[in-house]
């Protein structure tokens, strides 16, 4: 059945944005199939490298995994076998086969738990966002300077929400201009040079689903040019 099994799974949409796919789509372990299936079709390398904007690590060790890396192998795995917090599926990917080094921007730094060595692979974290980003270490920037082949370009739109007293709040515009307008041009890049484009709403930790859709159509408008 492939990854239309999704649709009914975890809500997938599909867009396109200068010629790439965009998937929209609800919990963020649902992304391995989708990175399996285009892998499989050739848009993607295996493994591939990462470019994410978190909130979250999700960097947990997920228990036993199983062998298969098909498509519905690998749907099947988030079924059973990863976390529905949806705060292991980073490793899991990594430990599958799927995915090579990552680096998360936008991540809560404070929570100790990056860098983290994966077997031969890294994941790397940083709070600032891509046009405030200091330096980092030689294996981070090969990620983010990586050309030889296209990247995943993952979105977490939990990334554009923030704590108040005891709520979580969307960005809005006056937000996103001084947050995220110095890093325009680093994003630009990375959607040129992805090959798949994926985006999970995680609608819970954006402060609820009025929320999530408040910031996918601040994204999708502003970063992706798409009319939703």
């Known amino acids: ?33 989708m990175v399996a299936d285009a892998q499989e079709r050739g848009v993607l390398p295996r493994p591939v490298r990462v470019v994410l ?15 298969t890396i098909s498509v519905d192998g690998v749907i099947e795995a ?3 076998e990863l976390s529905h917090h949806d705060d292991d599926w980073i490793v899991a990917g990594i430990r ?22 994966v077997g031969e692979y890294g994941i790397f974290g940083r709070f ?27 979105i977490d739109l939990d990334c554009f929400a ?3 007293r005891d709520r979580v709040k969307a960005w809005d515009e006056s937000v996103f201009e001084s947050e995220f307008g110095p890093s325009l041009p680093a994003f ?7 090959g798949l484009i994926t985006v999970c709403r995680e609608a819970g930790c954006c402060g609820g689903e009025e929320n999530a859709d408040q910031i996918w159509q601040l994204f999708s408008t502003r970063l992706l040019g798409l009319k939703t």
């Open 162 to 164: 923030y704590a108040y």
């Open 188 to 194: 630009q890049s990375f959607i040129e040079r992805a």
């Open 53 to 67: 904007f978190d909130r979250h690590t999700d960097a947990a060790d997920p228990g036993e995994l199983g062998s």
């Open 96 to 117: 599958m086969g799927l995915l090579a080094d990552v680096f998360i921007f936008g991540v809560d730094d404070r929570m100790g738990d990056l860098p983290k060595a």
């Open 128 to 154: 600032e966002m891509p046009g405030k980003l200091g330096e980092v270490g030689v294996r981070a920037r090969e990620v983010l300077d990586w050309t030889e082949s296209p990247i995943l370009l993952d």
């Open 78 to 80: 988030c079924k059973r």
């Open 1 to 33: 059945m492939g990854i239309d099994e999704l649709v009914a799974l975890d809500g997938l949409k599909q867009y396109r944005c200068q010629g790439k796919e965009v998937f929209l789509h609800e919990d963020h372990r649902w992304v391995l199939p």
